[in-house]
């Protein structure tokens, strides 16, 4: 239900009339636009995922009075919209719409009504709130963090991220053998909606940023501007498109069709992605130690095993050679994510750092949902091999082309 304000009077009395909206309705929507028609994406998909959870909402449009957005941002320390309040707190945030969405699916399983559509919904709208997630964490780890130590920082989010989800997957098996996989899925929503939580009780800790009354589209163009400003970055996004597309291609559909045909089946492929996690926790301990001078030309150069990686899945049936490769390109994806977001944080101004990295997410994976839906056909159609090797041949030339701008080649650690 739409709720309507009364912007007439004093910015005291409109942000009195704010909080007794958020303290009178047990769940609280603030978009831009209508319930009926937001007018950004943003908004769209959190009103559409509170809808999915079946849960009564009340929305209130800030786009009426420029003033409900400032107002806002006093009451809850949060600048962005949409913000999303839970018995007179906000709880918003993308871990915690998809925590609700989460829990919407496993009550579905659990009671018997579950269906692919759901998972696809729930797929669809995790994706999206992810990408939302990359960029504002990694501008709040810039907030949080001092420069001297932001390397050290990063390392250590990646590692307790890499650790929880070695944990986690043993966890999830366990709680799948034990109690069902509707159950399981709904204490996975329930740790969604804990993570979103602990990550708001960190809003007191960082500035709060003046509310812009500038349109979606016009600071999607502005962050536009600051992104390609910096060739380096431009050039290794455009370089991950592809390197991306080719590494889910193996991960996701060649690398467990060729453990069926030839390793014996989904076992290998466990013990080959979970050699893969151990390489991750290592490189992350790695970045948060090493203090290259020229971190972006370092961190490419690291990324050279994900061609042996692939070449590997394609042409060997020996397990222990797989994973021996897969270790080393654990280590070195997580290295260079590391030394990638710790520069991006030292060289672009704070304003503009959330708008760059949602530049940097989206064109990373710009390719991989199509690279996915074609793996498969093309490895039937070809063969496992001849894919793999196709992949690793594109992947080695998008490694290679960003040496060629010198930005890539000598942007200093300082």
Avoid at 6 to 24: A, P, V
Avoid at 90 to 110: E, P, T
Wanted: glycine share 8%.
């Amino acid at each position: 239900m739409e709720q309507m304000l009364s912007t007439n009077g004093s910015d005291q009395e409109l942000r009195n009339h704010l909080e007794n909206i958020i303290n009178n309705n047990r769940v609280v929507i603030f978009i831009k636009g209508s319930e009926s028609q937001p007018s950004c994406r943003f908004s769209a998909d959190a009103v559409k995922a509170l809808k999915e959870s079946g849960q009564e909402f009340i929305t209130v449009n800030v786009l009426t009075e420029p003033r409900i957005r400032q107002e806002l941002s006093s009451i809850s320390k949060w600048p962005t919209i949409p913000q999303l309040f839970v018995d007179g707190e906000i709880v918003g945030g993308a871990d915690i719409i998809l925590g609700i969405l989460v829990l919407f699916n496993g009550i579905s399983l659990i009671t018997n009504n579950g269906s692919v559509l759901i998972f696809i919904i729930v797929g669809f709208i995790g994706g999206f709130l992810n990408a939302i997630w990359y960029p504002a964490m990694g501008a709040l780890t810039s907030d949080l963090a001092d420069e001297k130590i932001l390397q050290e920082s990063n390392s250590s989010i990646m590692l307790s991220s890499n650790l929880a989800m070695i944990v986690g997957t043993a966890i999830g098996g366990i709680l799948v053998a034990s109690v069902g996989p509707g159950w399981a899925i709904f204490i996975d929503g329930l740790s969604f909606m804990f993570a979103g939580i602990l990550v708001y009780s960190l809003r007191k800790l960082t500035p709060v940023v003046k509310s812009s009354s500038e349109s979606t589209f016009k600071e999607l163009r502005t962050g536009w501007q600051e992104f390609k400003t910096h060739k380096w970055i431009v050039a290794i996004v455009a370089a991950s498109t592809v390197i991306m597309a080719a590494e889910r291609s193996i991960y996701s559909v060649i690398g467990p069709i060729v453990a069926k045909e030839n390793l014996g089946g989904a076992k290998s492929w466990s013990v080959i992605l979970t050699v893969w996690g151990i390489g991750s926790v290592i490189g992350v301990v790695f970045a948060g130690k090493i203090r290259p001078r020229y971190p972006i030309r370092f961190a490419l150069l690291t990324q050279f095993p994900t061609v042996i990686w692939i070449l590997a899945v394609g042409n060997s049936n020996s397990v222990l050679l797989i994973a021996i490769t897969a270790f080393m390109l654990g280590i070195a994806m997580d290295l260079f994510y590391v030394l990638w977001i710790t520069t991006i944080q030292k060289v672009v101004a704070k304003e503009s750092l959330s708008k760059v990295l949602a530049y940097d997410a989206w064109g990373s994976m710009a390719l991989a949902p199509i690279a996915l839906g074609f793996a498969g056909p093309i490895s039937e159609k070809f063969g496992n091999s001849a894919t793999a090797n196709a992949l690793a041949f594109v992947t080695l030339v998008a490694l290679l082309l960003p040496f060629l701008v010198k930005e890539v080649r000598e942007i200093r650690a300082n």
